[in-house]
């Protein structure tokens, strides 16, 4: 059962999220929260798996909750954002206060089902639209720093592999798959990119190589 704490201000969209999610036989929410610092406390309170969160709340924005809920270190839960806004700043500060996933509300309610199952999992989740800006967004960075953008460690053309793959969205069960080999496998080949590129999850993984111009 995934337990989730679900964080928005707005009442009726925060209930139409809930009634979707209690719809799921999988998931349970464990709590609601109408702004972003209540979001904080209860994460702290109910130690859910999943915190799905909106960007743009009273008190405390979701970016900031966000960083706030992922510095409670490895007993941290996984966070999801589910927003109406897609700039590239909204974007990247929430990548960078470590969300495992980005989606806008507009998006089928089996995608943000299956969101949610796999950001809980570990996985990461973006929009296509917010792929695509993300990926427009580090490139025109990398081109503005020009050859110090692209100065990087040097990673093996399997973990090379394997970090295209989760850039793709692909779950690590599906990488293995596709590149015949085992899951633990896959997950060591994560580890190793993860301390290469100095960062602790796999969106931060795939934002840091696509600034290194590595993807």
């Known amino acids: 059962m995934i337990r989730v704490l679900v964080a928005d201000d707005h009442p009726i969209v925060r209930s139409g999220i809930v009634g979707l999610l209690r719809g799921a036989a999988d998931i349970e929410v464990v709590g609601e929260a109408h702004d972003g610092a209540e979001a904080v406390r209860l994460a702290a309170q109910l130690t859910p798996d999943l915190v799905l969160m909106d960007l743009r709340m009273p008190v405390l924005d979701g970016v900031a909750a966000t960083a706030q809920i992922m510095g409670a270190g490895d007993g941290a839960p996984r966070v999801l954002i589910l927003t109406t806004y897609d700039t590239d700043e909204l974007i990247l500060g929430a990548i960078e206060a470590g969300a495992g996933g980005y989606l806008l509300k507009a998006a ?108």
């Open 108 to 215: 089928p309610q089996e995608e943000i089902l299956a969101g949610v199952r796999a950001v809980a999992a570990g996985e990461t989740v973006l929009a296509p639209s917010i792929a695509a800006k993300l990926v427009q967004r580090v490139r025109a960075d990398a081109a503005g720093g020009g050859a110090a953008a692209s100065a990087g460690p040097a990673l093996s053309p399997r973990e090379l592999e394997v970090l295209r793959l989760v850039a793709a969205g692909r779950s690590n069960p599906r990488i293995a798959s596709e590149l015949f080999i085992g899951e633990a496998t896959v997950k060591t080949h994560l580890l190793h990119v993860f301390e290469k590129l100095e960062v602790g999850d796999r969106t931060r993984a795939v934002t840091r190589a696509m600034e290194l111009g590595l993807l």
